[in-house]
């Protein structure tokens, strides 16, 4: 079955504690990207990658990384997280031509306390 | 500000009850994208419009994109409890690195 998988889907963690997200997908997809969710702001872009070891910041990459070793793996880390990066993410993948359907993981709901 | 703005934010109507979603821009888009996302979910793919003027159907739901390729609408006729979601336009815009925009989304919910 096609599909990308994101892990944990829920985490809390306390502030400067460094964690790491991990998305995979199956689907041989040379592009893939990171988005976090707040209510009312819709789905904003952090982190995107074209393929292996080409990343590029998205709009709002301010306290996280993003490595792309493999095709199918695009992590997303947190070196110190901060409340304000309380919010649920999404990793999503597509073939890297335009109008190409995106997918996505079932997100991961993140606290900072 | 957002590079796609979508309107109204909420939408609360009766089972049967027509309704249009707006999804506005001052760029210009390569395609147009609609997804739908239900709570505890990633968003799906609904439809991707690529001409501009281009009309799809799916069902009850047209989409539209406008002639200047700058916006989209997401018309759903006779609307059920079914299409209660959260509904997103997203684009690549011209000249981008393939970059996938959102916009801010519209909550729809349809009461029977």
């Known amino acids: 079955e096609a599909q990308v998988t994101q892990n944990p889907r829920y985490l809390i963690t306390v502030t400067g504690k460094k964690l790491t997200v991990t998305c995979s997908q199956n689907?041989?997809?040379?592009?893939m990207s990171w988005y976090r969710q707040d209510p009312g702001l819709g789905l904003r872009q952090i982190y995107y990658?074209?393929?292996?070891?080409?990343?590029d910041k998205g709009d709002v990459p301010e306290g996280y990384k993003v490595s792309r070793k493999e095709k199918r793996n695009f992590p997303l880390i947190l070196e110190s997280p901060s409340p304000n990066q309380t919010s649920l993410y999404f990793c999503?993948?597509?073939?890297?031509?335009?109008?190409?359907?995106?997918?996505f993981g079932q997100g991961t709901r993140l606290t900072v306390v | 500000t957002q590079l796609l703005e979508q309107s109204p934010q909420f939408l609360s109507i009766q089972e049967g009850e027509n309704l249009t979603v707006y999804c506005n821009s001052s760029?210009?888009?390569?395609?147009l994208q609609w997804y739908r996302q239900e709570p505890g979910e990633g968003p799906v793919l609904l439809v991707t419009?690529?001409?501009?003027?281009e009309v799809k159907k799916l069902k009850r739901l047209t989409f539209q994109f406008g002639d200047a390729r700058k916006d989209s609408s997401l018309h759903i006729t006779a609307a059920q409890p079914g299409d209660t979601g959260l509904y997103l336009c997203?684009?690549?815009?011209?000249?981008?690195?393939?970059?996938?925009?959102f916009g801010s989304g519209t909550q729809l919910t349809v009461l029977p």
């Open positions: 760029s210009v888009f390569s395609s």
């Open positions: 419009v690529v001409t501009g003027g």
């Open positions: 999503a993948s597509r073939l890297d031509r335009l109008n190409t359907e995106a997918f």
């Open positions: 990658s074209m393929n292996v070891e080409v990343t």
């Open positions: 689907m041989n997809h040379e592009y």
């Open positions: 997203a684009g690549v815009a011209s000249g981008s690195a393939r970059q996938l925009t």
